[in-house]
């Protein structure tokens, strides 16, 4: 089938008016909104940090200064590897994928819950319930947390009430006040996919399973998670990506000496005043997590059109 | 026969909130026997399978399986293996880890489970098709795989819930046959949901007949049929001409009934009616459509009825006829065809008759709904 002919079919289906809108639309969505603002971003990783009168002169060629710079830190330093950003790198996707595994330990048993166990009016609910909090805007749930898990939070109070510690627990200082507001941030875009495809799990399927003899852990093992898979994965893909590249709740509920790789890029690009740099950064941080992905959807035998599921 | 296991409901009661989905069943499944509860939709059969496989407790009485009292006994650890009426085969897994699963369960290695499975394949006519995914099967195939997958399981009681549902006629008729086959070669205990008269009275030793959660009538497919002991089984199950009226006089087993609109008709009294039905009592006789012929004479008699002949239908082996009596009183006869010209004719008026022992009578009652 030729292109024109697919062209033709397309029209012929949609009408000429929605057609259009269609096209245009998922043009300007994929094209302006998506490709060349990235293509920029690779542009920019590539060229020297120039101050403006200088761009587009002769000094204006391309280079791998910024990824060498990543990967070795700063000519002439005493380390021959940039030893701070590399470990800030690592901890963030580390940190990013325990943020992830715990959303799908903490969120898997609630998406059964609502999509198999309970009746209609119940579920509607606590979906609800599970909405409603994102109403809040991000910045004041992020400060909303820094005030729960402070020294003198409503957490610390209760322990301290309790008489289970004798100081204040610091958990920013510990990064739980980080780890729980990424992990919290996210939940639904974890929930919502696994529920969606749990939901549509034969009811029988579970019981047959049961009426042959297995116990409810190999029902979950056996039929209900490859069941799900296509939900699970697209659920832990967003969360790892979105905690990656989160910016706020770093910023807001980090220790001291925690900082999070988008705050690295985040500083290049705003005080350093160095966008080349916080470009390549950003380029790496983005490749290395789809890469990432792709490779944990081999291991787990998921295919890409499940994630659209 | 008795190899099997028995399996008997005493007293049981089912309610959902303040439905009762199930009144006071009373049932005795020998073991071996191939079991059928017959009913309309909603008539709470699926209800009884459920809660003797273990999905649901009863609220009130004993389910006993084996001799054992179920009660608190999880559908896992229940002797019984329930095919579903959708099958709910596992579409992930291929048809052998399917058929195999209750030994993978039991934490049988691979090669076991694929050497039992490939020996039930053989069984159910499919040998070599194990590494196919379920969506790859017809229909009749599935149906097969869903009773070897539980069969495998050795189930002492097998449960089957309106299996054969989703089959086209043809190979529902089939599987009929081979489900009584497979029934008899094993020796377990069936028990059979359908709402389909035929299905039961086939391969059923015993048929039980439900109404709005209350078992009408056990017994075997033939007494069920000839021998029906209430209104309701007399009109589900099979087809019959209703006659309404009064006991006029009973005479030993036979009763002659004033019938509303027919006159007076003779009729056999069947045993479970005996004694329950006086004279003046409101009652219903009913004839089956091949009950009735076409009469030698034209003689009124009481196993007589005139009619009008409004309609007929051929259907191969034989004629419906469908006739209206006095005061537009509906009737529908059965005719062996026997490749003789057709004696009765469009708007021709005849006379009928029966054998009163063909003709049985019982107080009147609430009747099967169309």
């Known amino acids: 089938m030729n292109i024109s002919a697919a062209f033709k079919r397309f029209f012929n289906r949609n009408g000429l008016g929605l057609g259009s809108f269609l096209l245009i639309a998922v043009g300007f969505w994929l094209i302006v909104l998506i490709i060349l603002p990235q293509l920029s971003m690779l542009d920019f990783s590539f060229r020297h940090h120039l101050p403006p009168p200088e761009m587009g002169g002769p000094k204006d060629t391309y280079t791998l200064e910024h990824y060498k710079y990543l990967a070795l830190g700063a000519q002439g330093a005493d380390q021959s590897y940039n030893v701070v950003d590399l470990g800030v790198f690592v901890r963030t996707l580390v940190a990013a994928f325990f943020v992830t595994i715990f959303d799908l330990l903490l969120c898997y048993p609630l998406a059964y819950y609502l999509g198999q166990a309970s009746g209609s009016g119940y579920t509607r609910i606590l979906v609800l319930f599970l909405i409603i909090p994102y109403w809040v805007n991000e910045i004041l749930r992020a400060f909303a947390f820094r005030i729960i898990f402070g020294d003198s939070g409503v957490i610390n109070e209760l322990l301290l009430a309790m008489g289970l510690v004798d100081n204040p627990v610091d958990f920013i200082r510990d990064n739980v006040a980080l780890y729980s507001g990424l992990g919290y941030a996210y939940i639904l875009l974890m929930i919502f996919p696994m529920y969606n495809v749990i939901e549509s799990l034969d009811r029988n399927q579970i019981e047959a399973a049961r009426d042959m003899g297995a116990p409810w852990w190999r029902i979950h093992w056996r039929i209900v998670i490859p069941y799900a898979k296509p939900g699970i994965s697209s659920g832990c893909t967003m969360v790892f990506m979105l905690s990656a590249g989160a910016l706020a709740a770093p910023q807001i509920l980090g220790g001291p000496s925690s900082l999070w790789f988008t705050q690295i890029i985040y500083q290049w690009f705003n005080q350093g005043g160095n966008w080349p740099r916080g470009a390549a950064y950003a380029i790496v941080l983005l490749s290395v997590c789809i890469l990432i992905v792709l490779s944990a959807m081999r291991l787990f035998k998921v295919r890409m059109g499940d994630i659209g599921k | ?370």
């Open chain 2, 1 to 370: 026969m008795s190899r099997g296991v028995g399996v008997s409901l005493q007293d049981v009661w089912i309610k959902f909130g303040d439905f009762v989905a199930v009144r006071e069943a009373n049932v005795d499944i020998q073991g071996g026997a191939f079991f059928s509860f017959l009913g309309p939709s909603g008539c709470g059969k699926t209800t009884i399978l459920r809660s003797v496989s273990g999905f649901l407790d009863p609220s009130q009485g004993k389910i006993i399986i084996g001799g054992n009292d179920m009660a608190g006994i999880g559908p896992n650890k229940r002797p019984t293996a329930l095919i579903f009426q959708n099958l709910a085969l596992f579409p992930l897994m291929k048809v052998w880890e399917n058929i195999a699963f209750s030994l993978e369960v039991k934490g049988v290695g691979t090669a076991a489970r694929r050497k039992r499975a490939d020996e039930l394949l053989d069984m159910i006519a499919l040998t070599g098709q194990g590494d196919k995914l379920p969506s790859e099967l017809s229909g009749g195939q599935k149906q097969r795989v869903a009773i070897a997958r539980a069969l495998c399981a050795e189930p002492d009681v097998l449960l089957l819930d309106e299996p054969l549902s989703a089959l086209d006629l043809k190979l529902r008729q089939h599987m009929r046959t081979e489900l009584r086959e497979i029934q008899q070669r094993v020796g377990i205990t069936f028990i059979y949901i359908t709402h389909d008269q035929s299905e039961a009275l086939t391969m059923s030793d015993h048929v039980a007949v439900m109404k709005a959660g209350v078992i009408d009538q056990i017994s075997d497919g033939q007494t069920i049929y000839d021998d029906p002991s209430t209104p309701f089984v007399a009109s589900f199950v099979g087809e019959n001409n209703v006659f309404r009226g009064k006991v006029k006089s009973i005479d030993g087993d036979k009763a002659l009934i004033s019938t509303n609109r027919s006159g007076d008709l003779l009729s056999r009294i069947p045993l479970s009616a005996k004694g329950t039905l006086g004279v003046g009592d409101d009652a219903m006789m009913f004839i089956r459509p091949e009950a009735l012929s076409i009469a030698k004479d034209d003689a009124a008699a009481n196993n007589h009825v005139t009619a009008l002949v409004l309609n007929e239908e051929f259907e191969g082996q034989t004629f419906n006829v469908f006739l209206e009596g006095d005061g537009g009183k509906e009737m529908k006869m059965s005719l062996v065809n026997q490749g003789k010209a057709r004696e009765s004719a469009k708007g021709s008026s005849l006379t009928l008759e029966y054998a009163p022992d063909q003709a049985i009578v019982l107080p009147a009652g609430e009747l099967a709904s169309e």
